[in-house]
């Protein structure tokens, strides 16, 4: 299975209003979505109660994903039901790929690696970087921004001959632009779910690429931006496909204000399947995405994850440590 994310084409440009109203589901809806949570542990089914914290996911407006492209979601019953790829004794480690060079202003791949292994409480190890060459890798000039593009699927073929023997999957990142056919614009990323392989650009993420200044939020901006775009992408690695439930990292996006307008949590339907997966303890999880947060400064994420922590933690009678102020 071959999966295109956060992507635009050149035909959902020009005839995206002829794709069918979306109507965002109601809440008895998304309630059904997430499942019944009769006999999960206390704190999971604590962690899967929407409260006040998870918005629906947004009416879509002339040009969003969901106005452009049909999408029926994916309830945690058809999700279990779907079979998706699980982390196993021996494969259960997540590599990152760097393709090409990452300049000193980019964003940290230490600091990702870092972040995902919090986000999906695995292992991850960050490989020695891969050249990007034209005598590789097939390449064009983007006709609307004259910057070099690289042909996704040729290097799909090329990171499935180096799936380490102990992953769960490899994904690999790069500061060039990526397209996926001809016929495409441009794609932020791509994988291959079925060959656990994937590859994802930070280029659009970057105001530099739009020819914009760099001001004084600009190392936050970026990474920020690769955080979603990264684990929106290890997520479908994971066989989540994009949520149209709740306003979710999971939300499909065909421009860059539809990416940033996302917020970088799973609301209760992803999180219940990547808990189900994966088989990570909740608190311990949000504990360590709370430092992750609050280290980097992004202090609305902070505030969020803490609240969420409360919430959480707030009616078990056992309390070992207090919850989080």
């Not at 794709?19 to 899967?48: D, Q, S």
């Not at 039901?81 to 196993?88: A, I, K, L």
């Not at 060459?133 to 097939?138: H, N, V, Y």
Request: net charge positive; hydrophobic share 35%.
């Amino acid at each position: 299975m071959i999966h295109f994310c956060a992507c635009m084409t050149l035909s959902s440009i020009l005839f995206g209003s002829l794709a069918m109203a979306f109507e965002p589901p109601g809440p008895a809806e998304r309630l059904r979505a997430i499942g019944t949570t009769t006999g999960l542990p206390e704190t999971l089914k604590r962690a899967l109660e929407p409260g006040a914290d998870f918005g629906p996911v947004p009416v879509p407006r002339d040009g969003d994903w969901l106005a452009v492209h049909r999408e029926d979601g994916q309830t945690f019953d058809e999700y279990v039901r779907s079979r998706p790829n699980r982390p196993t004794g021996n494969r259960k480690k997540i590599y990152l790929q760097p393709l090409g060079q990452f300049p000193p202003e980019a964003v940290s791949l230490e600091t990702l690696r870092q972040y995902s292994a919090a986000y999906f409480a695995m292992e991850v190890e960050i490989l020695p970087p891969l050249s990007l060459t034209t005598a590789t890798l097939t390449s064009r000039i983007n006709p609307f921004t004259r910057k070099r593009q690289f042909l996704t699927t040729r290097i799909l073929e090329k990171l499935e001959g180096k799936l380490p023997d102990d992953a769960f999957c490899l994904l690999a990142v790069t500061m060039q632009d990526l397209y996926p056919d001809p016929s495409w614009n441009f794609v932020f990323g791509q994988a291959s779910l079925r060959d656990r392989v994937g590859v994802y650009s930070f280029a659009r993420y970057d105001p530099a690429f739009y020819g914009e200044r760099k001001g004084p939020d600009y190392p936050k901006t970026l990474l920020r931006r690769s955080e979603k775009v990264l684990v929106h992408e290890l997520a479908h690695m994971f066989g989540l496909q994009h949520c149209v439930y709740f306003h979710c990292v999971l939300n499909g996006s065909n421009h860059l204000g539809e990416s940033d307008a996302r917020p970088l949590h799973l609301c209760p339907v992803c999180l219940r399947k990547l808990q189900y997966n994966i088989g990570f303890d909740v608190v311990s999880r949000y504990r360590n995405l709370l430092r992750f947060y609050q280290e980097a400064g992004f202090d609305e994420e902070a505030r969020w994850v803490g609240k969420r922590l409360n919430w959480i933690l707030s009616s078990r009678s056992d309390l070992e440590t207090p919850p989080v102020k």
